[in-house]
């Protein structure tokens, strides 16, 4: 840990790393970044941008949404194609979920530990349901997240920036240690095609496409090609249902889908929600 010391009141500099499919984990990161102000700190969409490099960097944050249990494709692939650092250092963990979390956070705590990065927080946010499947069928959480949980998101915020502040004056930070509730252990990510079996294969109304280009310019797989109308390539798709989601003519259903439980962006509610907390308004 001696290694990890930082030069006493070092203007220490951070970078989170994020990936969202609907906004919400998006939200969170600029808010979190806001929050966080009293240190230079970068965004960097893990969608769109390679991996930084480590060594440019004292802290690191990394907030995805949780799918299945588990993490991401797209999350699992970007942190594993980090180079293990020479140096370690400090990283927290944000999750976003609307029901179980499952081991979401322990799996994201091992990929970022093999990385060399030491875990100093972590938290996970219910958010409102984003999952079509689930919201077709009224299970929309449209509330979340409530008073409880944006009270224990402030307290990890504030413990957050302390910590921070303790870095920047030369102390060790110690490792968090993460106890997930007793129902969560019972529910581990099934595998990595999952999501895309569940989802099933794609499809296009074409008198309804507007043939914008949306759904291809955002896939993070880029698994959908525009040549006149959206191409599909299944054997690249996971199952994220952001074409679904995000389509302004909901022009795009799926073998099990059509005309329902869309979440196009992130609720105006669920952004005053977070920014009140945080006080960034």
């Known amino acids: 840990m001696n290694n990890m010391n930082l030069k006493q009141h070092k203007k220490i500099k951070g970078i989170i790393c994020y990936f969202s499919t609907t906004g919400n984990t998006a939200h969170l990161a600029y808010c979190l970044s806001s929050y966080l102000s009293d240190f230079p700190i970068e965004l960097c969409d893990m969608s769109v941008n390679p991996t930084p490099n480590p060594l440019h960097y004292d802290f690191f944050g990394f907030a995805s949404p949780v799918e299945f249990f588990g993490l991401p494709p797209k999350v699992l692939d970007w942190i594993k194609s980090i180079p ?52 077709s069928k009224g299970f929309t959480f449209s509330n979340a997240p409530g008073p409880g949980s944006l009270k224990r998101f402030l307290m990890f915020a504030k413990i957050l920036k302390d910590l921070l502040h303790s870095a920047s004056e030369g102390r060790v930070i110690l490792e968090a240690k993460f106890r997930l509730s007793f129902i969560n252990y019972f529910f581990s990510p099934p595998g990595r095609n999952i999501a895309h079996h569940v989802m099933g294969f794609k499809y296009l109304d ?3 496409c507007v043939q914008c280009g949306l759904c291809a310019r955002d896939c993070p797989y880029s698994a959908i090609h525009m040549m006149e109308y959206p191409k599909f390539d299944e054997t690249h798709c996971k199952g ?28 105006e509610s669920f952004k005053n929600k977070i920014s009140k907390i945080l006080s960034l308004k």
């Open 240 to 267: 994220c249902w952001k074409c679904y989601n995000r389509c302004p003519a909901e022009a795009i259903y799926t073998s099990y889908l059509k005309g329902k439980g869309h979440y196009q962006e992130t609720s």
């Open 84 to 135: 293990v650092i020479s140096k370690p250092r400090y990283a927290f963990i944000m999750l976003t979920h609307s029901s179980i979390s499952g081991t979401a956070m322990i799996q994201f705590k091992e990929l970022l530990q093999a990385r060399n990065f030491n875990i100093i927080a972590g938290h996970t946010l219910k958010c409102p349901e984003s999952y079509p499947p689930l919201r």
């Open 206 to 208: 074409a008198k309804q």
